[in-house]
């Protein structure tokens, strides 16, 4: 609970601070993420095969979160105006 409640917030300070694509990436890893374990647990495993599904949803959510990063860091440095020195 403590991790939904981390990544969560993480997610939304994202959006309310116009971070899209950290927002969008992150946003569409949760639906893959949470699909995945779905997938993973409503087949019969027992032991040690049921953290699996867990497991994927966390590494998926962190991927996408910091896939996000990437890109936002990326689009910041392209769209950064260049600094022209005007000579007087």
């Given amino acids: 609970m403590i991790v939904a409640v981390v990544f969560s917030t993480i997610i939304t300070l994202a959006g309310y601070l116009n971070a899209g694509f ?5 946003s569409i890893g949760l639906v893959l993420g949470v699909t995945a ?11 040690w095969e049921d953290l699996a599904g867990p497991v994927i949803f966390l590494q998926i959510a962190v991927l996408s979160l910091i896939t996000g990063m990437i890109l936002e860091g990326a689009v910041k440095i392209i769209r950064r ?8």
């Fill in 22 to 26: 950290v927002f969008v990436s992150s």
């Fill in 37 to 47: 374990l779905f997938t993973v647990l409503l087949r019969k495993r027992t032991g």
């Fill in 81 to 88: 105006p260049d600094k022209k020195i005007s000579r007087k």
